[in-house]
Nanobody
Framework: EVQLVESGGGLVQPGGSLRLSCAAS????????MTWVRQAPGKGLEWVSTINIGGSTSYADSVKGRFTVARDNAKNTLYLQMNSLKPDDTAVYYC?????RGQGTQVTVSS
């Protein structure tokens, strides 16, 4: 059974940083394309970033240069390093694989 468990969210001031984690089980992370998506209050899901099997990465324009996606194959865990956070980054963040999402982790950027 595929399971994804996100963690690392919290309250941070504008300009701050957070690192989100997504612990995967039931499959081998490095053999899957993995995606981070987010949902802000009252809005739909927004694609944030993808890391492909070969390790290539892509980012939404809104986070490019500030967020970095990575994976630790030994820990079977996906990460999202978020720097220079803005209030507009406030959302529930989910990791996803082929239509399966975890429960999400809340990120709130506020002074």
């Amino acid at each position: 059974e595929v399971q994804l468990v996100e963690s690392g969210g919290g309250l941070v001031q504008p300009g701050g940083s957070l690192r989100l984690s997504c612990a995967a089980s039931g499959f081998i992370l490095r053999f899957s394309a993995m995606t981070w998506v987010r949902q802000a209050p009252g809005k739909g899901l927004e694609w944030v970033s993808t890391i492909n099997i070969g390790g290539s990465t892509s980012y939404a324009d809104s986070v490019k240069g500030r967020f970095t996606v990575a994976r630790d194959n030994a820990k079977n865990t996906l990460y999202l390093q978020m720097n220079s956070l803005k209030p507009d980054d406030t959302a529930v963040y989910y990791c996803a694989k082929a239509g399966t999402r975890g429960q999400g982790t809340q990120v709130t950027v506020s002074s």
